[in-house]
């Protein structure tokens, strides 16, 4: 039986933080009941924009993460580390449904408008 490579769909690390430049087509979620706050997804952010949640908004030892959305660029990559090596806990939404369940208007700009 040939060896199984679990890992061979999470990408490596990039090696230089770059910004967003367009509006995304997805938008990642985090589901705060299920993460576990254990960061994994932090280091392979492209864009360095997953955080830890404030720990007194939670009340926990190890609050969940959170994607800073105005900064986040859809490229999936969190939430396909997070279903392989966690608890898949970051999902991918439409950016339409995004902004329209959320409240928010997604840009270009880096910044909430």
Known sequence: MPAVDHYKNIPELPDKITVKKKKPRLM?????????GCQVCIPFCPVDCIEQAPKKQFNLPLPPVQIRVHECIGCQICSRVCHKLTWDAIRMVPIEEFEQQYNVKITDSTKPS
């Not at 990642?28 to 299920?34: C, G, I, K, L, T």
Request: charged share 20%; proline share 0%.
């Open 28 to 36: 990642a979620v985090v589901d705060s009941d299920n993460c576990t």
